[in-house]
């Protein structure tokens, strides 16, 4: 018989925490295992961003504290393109295919802008890694995560967390940075599996152009006005904030709120999640319809599969 699955074993992620924080009934439903059957538009950008990325500081030349040219750029662009496309699940929805087409346009575009805008990213920070994995005990709870990047400068380490955005309300963006699960959690992941304490969080911003192709414009054309667009406005594309968050400040939110989250949430699965209701105020977001309002609304999986048949 196949073992039940406890996250509490598997490990908690803040992606769970934050689910588990919004509605319990989403937290459950990811939690056995249900995913939408097809990627949401701002997923998929993000997800071929954050690969972009990753490859990006993984270029032996950065290593070399040399910018990224552009026979770089290319190669890296054509493994994206490849991991993309050339293995496509046969089922896909040809729009899917020609919006991931597009996707990867735009990536390309600013992937180039990127490197222009941030040439220090590859002279003067020592890159400690990307995509780099957390695994750690806490409270006799197991703890996972992925940081984007974690580099050195002037003998500090600085974790960086990259975001895709559309829109950016700034006052509210840095507001809540300062008490951001994520990046509060990622510091004291990070302190714990490495022994150094990071000077604090560089939340990076890539805006995902809001300009579409005209009916009467070729693809060339349209990607002719998008590059000069961005390149035109690097600081509109691209935005960082640098949040400075202090070892005494993360470990007194660590024991005045994130223990006590981790305190209900561990009750709630060991009481095998009795305690599981819908929060009806989170069904409607900035975004639009949370993504489980079918299963709640009607019980309706149809347009979700199962990855794990927990």
Known sequence: MKRKYN???????????????????????????????????????????????????????????SVPTEKDRQ?????????????????????????????????????????KKYPKDFTSRKWLGTEIKLEVKYNDIKLVGYIDGAYESRGKVWLQESKTKGRIMDDVLVDTLAFDL?????????????????????????????????????????????????????????????????????????ATEFDEILREYKLWVDNNYTTTFKNTTSCMGMYGACNCLPICARGDYSQFKNINKR
Not at 96 to 109: P, S
Not at 209 to 232: C, H, N, V
Request: with cysteine.
């Open 7 to 65: 996250p509490l074993e598997r490990g908690v992620s803040q992606s769970a925490l934050g689910r588990f924080l919004q509605c319990r009934k989403k937290a459950l439903i990811a939690i056995q295992g249900w995913i939408p059957k097809t990627t949401s538009k701002a997923f998929r950008f993000g997800g071929i961003w954050h690969r972009t990325e990753e490859l990006l500081y993984s270029l032996p030349c950065v290593s070399k504290g």
């Open 75 to 115: 190669g890296i662009m054509r493994k994206v393109r490849s991991e993309y496309l050339d293995n496509i699940d046969p089922s896909t929805d040809a729009d899917e295919i020609a919006e991931t087409d597009k996707d990867l346009h735009t990536a390309e575009i600013l992937l180039e802008g990127y490197v």
């Open 182 to 254: 994520q990046s509060m959690m990622y510091l004291q992941l990070y302190y714990l599996q490495y022994g150094r304490v990071p000077e604090g969080l560089e939340y990076n911003i890539v805006r995902k152009p809001q300009i579409y192709q005209r009916k009467a414009e070729s693809p060339a054309q349209f990607k002719k006005r998008l590059k000069k667009d961005i390149l035109a406005r690097l600081d509109f594309y691209f935005i960082r904030y640098e949040i400075c968050i202090g070892k005494d400040e993360y470990q007194k939110w660590l």
